[in-house]
């Protein structure tokens, strides 16, 4: 009886294992047939919705200057806020972390945020109308009025 020390045995096995890994490949034939995409329909708008969005990245780009209107800054940056607004705090945090390794300024994210919420509520219904004021709020996040952070409500004191 021959005993196989156990290096013999598992370089076997390996071998074994490849070469019925590399069945399969064989099994095809030397014809294969390129495989078959979906074709993609393009809706009418689609072209529109692209051209939208460029327009809005290079409309921030002139408006802002500097890193809040970067590409990324606004895309994430808008992102942020859109989800803050629908109270999905989890996902807006995981943004806000891309949004910090990107270099863009944390406090456009508040200020924009805050002028979402000084607005007031809309219709909620529309999904265009949150997009259309976080971007708004995104190019001019200032209130109009000129109220500045003296002319808010005043903090309450610190709890202890």
């Given at each position: 009886?021959?005993?196989?020390p156990?290096?013999?045995v598992?370089?076997?096995?390996?071998?074994a294992?490849?070469?019925?890994?590399?069945?399969?490949?064989?099994?095809?034939?030397?014809?294969?047939k390129?495989?078959?995409q979906?074709q993609?329909?393009?809706q009418?708008?689609?072209?529109?919705?692209?051209?939208?969005?460029i327009?809005?990245l290079?409309?921030?780009?002139?408006?802002?200057?500097?890193?809040?209107?970067?590409?990324?800054c606004?895309w994430?940056?808008?992102?942020?806020?859109s989800?803050?607004?629908?109270d999905?705090l989890?996902?807006?945090f995981?943004?806000?972390?891309l949004?910090?390794r990107f270099?863009c300024?944390?406090?456009?994210i508040?200020?924009?945020?805050r002028?979402?919420?000084?607005?007031?509520p809309?219709?909620?219904?529309?999904?265009?109308?949150?997009?259309?004021?976080v971007?708004?709020?995104?190019?001019?996040?200032?209130?109009?009025?000129?109220?500045?952070?003296?002319?808010?409500t005043?903090?309450?004191?610190?709890?202890?």
């Amino acid at each position: 009886m021959m005993v196989f020390p156990p290096r013999v045995v598992t370089a076997v096995l390996c071998a074994a294992a490849l070469s019925l890994s590399a069945v399969p490949a064989f099994a095809q034939g030397g014809e294969q047939k390129p495989a078959e995409q979906p074709q993609q329909q393009q809706q009418p708008g689609d072209g529109a919705k692209n051209t939208q969005k460029i327009d809005e990245l290079a409309e921030a780009a002139k408006t802002l200057g500097g890193p809040a209107g970067n590409a990324e800054c606004v895309w994430l940056g808008r992102r942020v806020v859109s989800l803050l607004w629908r109270d999905d705090l989890d996902t807006a945090f995981r943004h806000l972390d891309l949004y910090d390794r990107f270099g863009c300024p944390a406090n456009h994210i508040q200020a924009t945020f805050r002028c979402v919420v000084r607005h007031g509520p809309f219709d909620t219904k529309s999904p265009e109308s949150l997009n259309g004021r976080v971007h708004a709020c995104w190019l001019s996040p200032d209130p109009p009025n000129g109220e500045g952070p003296a002319a808010t409500t005043a903090r309450s004191p610190a709890r202890r």
